[in-house]
């Protein structure tokens, strides 16, 4: 059997294990330490925000932004329906209610004329939502200046779910630096990697203090251990920030590979009559985390399933598009605000769309191995799918 080829694998540089061995050496092995100081000031330096607050996760990070912004029973907040769950989950666990937004076609992410109507009816009702997740798929940033100015008109918070987009841009500023705060991930299959990690970013260095608190079971001051809100335990280690530190010198890099791969999938596919790929907006730098394709069913007979089959059956990981949110049973009480009536986006990228392996460290061989079981299975030969462009 040849190789597996992944979907998203973790790709070290090399230079993780000096960072690890200073912590060891120094046995600073506990949570917090230098390394979690310096990779929270390096990466606010890196995405140009004030301040960063590293934790055990991008999910933790979105609670702790939820928390921070009040967001409680009785509450809702809107959110991107076109996602991995992990956006939505914090709501539930701050016991506010979420109403998801549909996508557009630009971007994919959340579509401004859809966020507007819900906004219009939210005021109407006298429930304006807390705050606004919002998500930035497979590295694309959303169409940022339209939400901004709509959250803006009606004093809502944003909270930029950037877990996907480390590195990416919109309008030449860093994606997760746009809203109140903003959320970044290091889970294993991310751009960069601390094994399992996260991060909050925000301009309002006391908002981040107050999240170090939280996150470190809320101690007041005093020698004893005295509480008076509820806390966790939501900090980074001083190891696992070590391999985020050398992560993050790599991450230009990463992102380079990552356009690179996404490019010759471009190249060798996009002519295939009724195969589009995830637009990257004018104005947008997409980290292209994930190469995502759109197969058109007027067009293609063979299904998103019955390609991720095909090159399950050749050792290779593909993946349908995110699930929308709205149709997840554990939502299904949700309401639900559609790009246009008769016109419900994220659905359609949902049926149609195949994510590609996209790591940083596949090579070449394997990209042309993936290419051609695509090739076969869509019924192209690779004189056609070349002809055609
Ligand atoms: C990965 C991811 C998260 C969660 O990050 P974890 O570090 O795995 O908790 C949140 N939102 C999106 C869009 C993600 O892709």
Same mark, same amino acid.
């Given at each position: 059997?040849?190789?597996?080829?992944?979907?998203?694998?973790?790709?070290?540089?090399?230079?993780?294990?000096?960072?690890?061995?200073?912590?060891?050496?120094?046995?600073?092995?506990?949570?917090?330490?230098?390394?979690?100081?310096?990779?929270?000031?390096?990466?606010?330096?890196?995405?140009?925000?004030?301040?960063?607050?590293?934790?055990?996760?991008?999910?933790?990070?979105?609670?702790?932004?939820?928390?921070?912004?009040?967001?409680?029973?009785?509450?809702?907040?809107?959110?991107?329906?076109?996602?991995?769950?992990?956006?939505?989950?914090?709501?539930?666990?701050?016991?506010?209610?979420?109403?998801?937004?549909?996508?557009?076609?630009?971007?994919?992410?959340?579509?401004?004329?859809?966020?507007?109507?819900?906004?219009?009816?939210?005021?109407?009702?006298?429930?304006?939502?807390?705050?606004?997740?919002?998500?930035?798929?497979?590295?694309?940033?959303?169409?940022?200046?339209?939400?901004?100015?709509?959250?803006?008109?009606?004093?809502?918070?944003?909270?930029?779910?950037?877990?996907?987009?480390?590195?990416?841009?919109?309008?030449?500023?860093?994606?997760?630096?746009?809203?109140?705060?903003?959320?970044?991930?290091?889970?294993?299959?991310?751009?960069?990697?601390?094994?399992?990690?996260?991060?909050?970013?925000?301009?309002?260095?006391?908002?981040?203090?107050?999240?170090?608190?939280?996150?470190?079971?809320?101690?007041?001051?005093?020698?004893?251990?005295?509480? +008076?809100?509820? !806390?966790?335990?939501?900090?980074?280690?001083?190891?696992?920030? /070590? =391999?985020?530190?050398?992560? *993050?010198? #790599?991450?230009?890099?990463?992102?380079?590979?990552?356009?690179?791969?996404?490019?010759?999938?471009?190249?060798?596919?996009?002519?295939?009559?009724?195969?589009?790929?995830?637009?990257?907006?004018?104005?947008?730098?997409?980290?292209?985390?994930?190469?995502?394709?759109?197969?058109?069913?007027?067009?293609?007979?063979?299904?998103?399933?019955?390609?991720?089959?095909?090159?399950?059956?050749?050792?290779?990981?593909?993946?349908?598009?995110?699930?929308?949110?709205?149709?997840?049973?554990?939502?299904?009480?949700?309401?639900?605000?559609?790009?246009?009536?008769?016109?419900?986006?994220?659905?359609?990228?949902?049926?149609?769309?195949?994510?590609?392996? +996209?790591?940083? !460290?596949?090579?070449?061989?394997?990209?042309?191995?993936?290419? /051609? =079981?695509?090739?076969?299975? *869509?019924? #192209?030969?690779?004189?056609?799918?070349?002809?055609?462009?």
């Amino acid at each position: 059997m040849t190789n597996r080829i992944l979907l998203s694998p973790p790709h070290m540089s090399g230079n993780e294990q000096k960072y690890i061995n200073e912590a060891f050496e120094t046995n600073w092995i506990a949570p917090l330490g230098p390394n979690v100081n310096a990779f929270e000031s390096e990466l606010a330096s890196y995405v140009g925000s004030n301040g960063a607050a590293a934790t055990s996760s991008g999910t933790a990070a979105i609670h702790l932004a939820l928390e921070l912004l009040g967001v409680g029973s009785g509450d809702t907040v809107f959110c991107s329906s076109l996602t991995f769950v992990a956006s939505a989950n914090p709501i539930l666990y701050a016991g506010a209610t979420p109403v998801f937004i549909d996508s557009e076609e630009e971007t994919w992410n959340m579509s401004p004329v859809a966020l507007a109507r819900a906004m219009e009816e939210a005021q109407v009702k006298r429930q304006l939502p807390k705050a606004v997740i919002v998500v930035n798929l497979y590295g694309q940033s959303a169409k940022m200046d339209e939400l901004m100015a709509i959250c803006d008109r009606y004093e809502v918070p944003v909270i930029e779910d950037a877990a996907e987009s480390l590195g990416s841009l919109c309008k030449g500023k860093k994606s997760g630096t746009f809203g109140q705060f903003g959320v970044f991930s290091f889970n294993g299959n991310k751009i960069i990697t601390t094994s399992g990690g996260g991060m909050l970013v925000s301009d309002d260095l006391d908002a981040l203090e107050r999240s170090r608190f939280l996150a470190t079971q809320a101690r007041d001051v005093a020698k004893h251990y005295q509480h +008076s809100v509820v !806390g966790y335990n939501y900090r980074m280690s001083n190891i696992l920030a /070590g =391999v985020g530190r050398a992560q *993050l010198e #790599v991450l230009d890099e990463r992102v380079a590979a990552r356009r690179a791969v996404y490019e010759r999938y471009e190249m060798a596919l996009a002519g295939i009559d009724g195969v589009e790929f995830m637009p990257e907006l004018e104005g947008t730098f997409s980290n292209r985390w994930l190469t995502a394709m759109l197969l058109d069913p007027e067009k293609i007979s063979v299904t998103p399933n019955e390609l991720i089959d095909a090159l399950e059956a050749e050792n290779i990981e593909a993946r349908p598009v995110w699930k929308p949110l709205h149709l997840q049973p554990l939502f299904e009480e949700c309401a639900f605000y559609a790009h246009a009536e008769d016109d419900v986006v994220s659905e359609r990228l949902f049926e149609r769309g195949v994510c590609l392996p +996209s790591g940083s !460290g596949m090579t070449v061989d394997e990209q042309e191995r993936v290419v /051609g =079981v695509i090739q076969r299975t *869509l019924g #192209v030969s690779k004189e056609q799918s070349l002809l055609s462009q």
